[in-house]
């Protein structure tokens, strides 16, 4: 039996998902957010000890500036109405991406990781304006002026992810199966779970489904 260790997810079909129930991408924002916060409670129970969230891509900045001011307000709110529990379950945040938001959301971010910096039952990794191939350049730039040799343990203490161990599973909702520049260096063996589901749909049913599943999988790693 596998030990998982790492979650991933691409939190796909918002926006879907609002249309077609709500008439508004922005309802389906908010809807996502009660997946958010069951899948973080499964985490739990299933002694997961990290779960890294992808939110915001470098690529979404292309989307209408209204509907990434409700997504950034959405995030103030969470952020304030849930740190405090977070806080209280054990439970670390971790921003990976650049913090390229307005002051007020910056300090925020930087807040509610110096509060939970010392927990050790989760840590959540929310990734917010990431690019996994800004990630590889930035950190090609920094390994380059290290003048140190070029293996791949070097390499990876310049990522983003450098104390986190890789995703053992990568779960992606919404009916659509690519990457989307998504921790492109740190999946090369994480097996990948495609759900038809949009996010707000997604349950805890289906989150333990898939880790039953990952756990009956043999994994070779390259081997027989």
């Avoid at 030990?3 to 508004?24: E, F, P, Q, T, Y």
């Avoid at 990434?68 to 109405?81: P, Q, S």
């Avoid at 910096?117 to 191939?133: R, T, V």
Wanted: charged fraction near 30%; aromatic fraction near 10%; proline fraction near 2%.
């Amino acid at each position: 039996m596998n030990h998982l260790n790492h979650v991933a997810i691409i939190m796909d079909g918002n926006g879907r998902w609002g249309l077609k129930h709500k008439n508004s991408r922005n309802a389906g924002h908010k809807a996502g957010l009660k997946s958010v916060d069951a899948i973080i409670r499964e985490s739990v129970k299933n002694k997961i000890k990290y779960l890294t969230l992808f939110a915001f891509s470098t690529e979404n900045w292309k989307r209408p500036k209204k509907e990434i001011n409700y997504l950034f307000n959405l995030l103030e709110i969470f952020l304030k109405d849930k740190i405090n529990a977070l806080n209280k379950q054990n439970i670390k945040l971790k921003i990976i991406g650049i913090k390229n938001f307005s002051s007020r959301l910056n300090k925020l971010l930087v807040k509610c990781e110096n509060k939970t910096k010392k927990n050790k039952q989760l840590q959540i990794n929310l990734a917010l304006n990431y690019g996994s191939k800004s990630e590889l350049l930035n950190a090609f730039k920094k390994f380059r002026k290290s003048k140190k040799k070029l293996n791949e343990e070097n390499f990876q203490n310049y990522l983003q992810t450098k104390d986190i161990p890789d995703p053992d599973i990568l779960i992606r909702t919404g009916n659509t199966q690519r990457l989307s520049n998504f921790l492109l260096w740190q999946i090369a063996y994480s097996e990948i779970f495609f759900e038809k589901k949009l996010w707000p749909d997604f349950n805890k049913k289906d989150y333990n489904r898939i880790i039953k599943k990952f756990k009956s999988i043999k994994r070779n790693f390259g081997n027989v």
